[in-house]
């Protein structure tokens, strides 16, 4: 089992990025996955969560305020995050999980710069 992030970067406040998880060694379409963050000096924080099955169901922390979209794509066997409107606060490193279980991705660091 293989989570792979990637699409960080260094963007100006008021920004956009979209971040990617291929994923390889689940079956991906069953699977809810999820986005995290750590922010220097403070805990990992969950960012959002996407269902699996057949209905699919975004969640999303109150601090996205409408800002992320969390999407995904069985086809490609790929989670998105779409991210706009970046404040230097969503500065920290990003990370896929596969929901409920322990299966991370080496994470992909986020810089916004005020």
């Known amino acids: 089992e293989q989570l792979v992030e990637s699409g960080g970067g260094l963007v100006q406040s008021g920004g956009s990025l979209r971040l990617s998880c291929v994923v390889s060694?689940?079956?991906?379409?069953?699977?809810?996955w999820r986005w995290y963050r750590q922010a220097p000096g403070k805990g990992r924080e969950l960012v959002a969560s996407?269902?699996?099955?057949?209905?699919?169901?975004?969640r999303y922390a109150g601090f996205v305020k409408g800002r992320f979209v969390i999407s995904r794509d069985n086809e490609k066997n790929t989670v998105y995050l779409q991210m706009n409107s970046l404040e230097p606060e969503d500065t920290a490193v990003y990370y896929c999980?596969?929901?409920?279980?322990?299966?991370w991705g080496q994470g992909t660091q986020v810089t916004v710069a005020s």
């Open positions: 999980n596969a929901w409920g279980t322990e299966y």
């Open positions: 060694g689940f079956t991906f379409d069953t699977f809810g």
């Open positions: 996407i269902t699996g099955g057949e209905e699919i169901e975004q």
